[in-house]
């Protein structure tokens, strides 16, 4: 077993020595999808105290609304509506993006090229020049999006990873305004 494992494993042991957490409900607490980066330095956990049970949290490379962020929040939307009775169901999405954002690096044309050529991956979708263009362009890739229904309400946020704070760029909006 590696190092890691071995470390992980530890971790957990000590987690569930007090865990109180066998009965929490599938339905998020806060009703609430968030999206954020992958990056190492940006968990919702911890930048904004998100506890077990409280949301749904996907995360991909810089944070971005992509076709399977689209799939996934129309499927998750669907679901609630299924689940939740209420209509129209309580459905909040919140994008948070970060400032020195790995997926800077995707807008290097020369980046874009070698990996597709080496790979077949296009990252074109994840790119961020601008952290507050990106925010604002995602919400509009959701409201573009067909799959999505409208009585979803979207936010924007961005986090400083030098200062530890968060700052509302976009003010929660339906997308059917
Ligand atoms: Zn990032």
């Given amino acids: ?59 991909n490379n810089g944070g971005r609304v992509t076709p399977a962020v689209v799939q996934e929040v129309s499927a998750l939307a669907f679901m609630v509506a299924k689940m939740g009775g209420d209509s129209p169901p309580a459905f909040e999405f919140i994008i948070i993006q970060h400032t020195q954002c790995g997926a800077q690096r995707f807008a290097d044309p020369d980046f874009q090229r070698e990996l597709k050529e080496l790979r077949g991956v296009d990252v074109s979708l994840s790119a961020i020049t601008d952290p507050e263009l990106s925010l604002r362009e995602d919400v509009e890739r959701l409201r573009d999006a067909p799959e999505v229904p409208d009585y979803v309400i979207v936010s924007g946020l961005l986090y400083d990873v030098t200062t530890g704070l968060v700052r509302e760029v976009i003010k929660p909006t339906s997308l059917a305004s």
């Fill in 1 to 59: 077993m590696s190092n890691t494992i071995t470390t992980l494993l530890d971790r957990n042991r000590q987690f569930a020595i007090d865990f109180t957490a066998a009965d929490l409900p599938i339905m998020p607490k806060l009703r609430t999808v968030l999206l954020t980066c992958i990056d190492a330095r940006v968990d919702p956990a911890h930048i904004l105290g998100i506890e077990l049970g409280d949301a749904v949290v996907m995360r």
